[in-house]
């Protein structure tokens, strides 16, 4: 009953940990395809998206060697940070899930103030001009702009805004459960003898 409590709890983590290894080098794929092609061309953007996918593809290679080699203190650090992850990552995607029209309207026109860059980026692929007015003397990136027949682009990321936060909640509420289900098999885990190691050992 030991060892297959052990060998389960040890297969569990391992599946658990390469998920989220696929889950990272999904994330800087898609961010480094993004900016290759060039629609995002916000390095901050492309920049930060790589940072979280490079830092969540090393906890999970820590959790993965951990449980392959029972390694206990790579287990205790690799359960510590995963906590944290999980706070951070169920606080924003609560956060996310609920947040009202007037506060989307604000953290939206605080992000397009902040980057001109990503200004480019959202009037060339919904081609709009202007957050919440098109100025005819300004330059802009939209096919629609020569022809003086813009929309303003607050309008059109709200008809997106809504679901785009509510789909980034859910798909980020859904991992924060399984970095907490993590914890839990890590500690299960950790706690376990090796059944193949001397009985009177301490692991």
């Known amino acids: 009953m030991g060892c297959a409590g052990f060998t389960c709890s040890k297969h569990s983590l391992c599946v658990l940990n390469i998920l989220h290894v ?9 961010a480094a395809w993004g900016k290759w092609f060039g629609l995002v061309s916000s390095f901050q953007v492309v920049g930060g998206v790589i940072g979280v996918g490079v830092f969540l593809f090393f906890v999970a290679l820590a ?7 029972h390694h206990q203190v790579l287990l205790f650090f690799y359960m510590v940070i995963l906590s944290m992850v999980f706070i951070v990552q169920f606080s ?3 956060a996310c899930l609920a947040i009202n029209r007037e506060q989307q309207d604000h953290l939206l026109e605080v992000g397009w103030n902040n980057s001109e860059s990503t200004q480019r980026d959202v009037e ?3 081609n709009c001009c202007g957050f919440r007015h098109v100025d005819p003397n300004s330059t802009c990136s939209a ?8 929309l303003t682009c607050a309008d059109k990321i709200q008809e997106h805004a809504g679901a785009i936060l ?16 993590g ?5 299960r885990y950790r706690n376990q003898k090796d059944p193949r190691a001397n009985p009177s050992a301490f692991l």
């Open 124 to 126: 060339k692929s919904l």
């Open 92 to 94: 924003v995607s609560s």
């Open 183 to 187: 914890v839990w098999l890590t500690f």
């Open 22 to 30: 696929m889950v990272s080098l999904l994330m800087i794929c898609i």
């Open 166 to 181: 509510h789909f980034v909640g859910g798909i980020g509420l859904f991992f924060s459960f399984t970095e907490i289900l």
């Open 63 to 69: 959790g993965l060697i951990g449980a392959m080699k």
């Open 143 to 150: 096919a629609c702009f020569p022809n003086h027949s813009c």
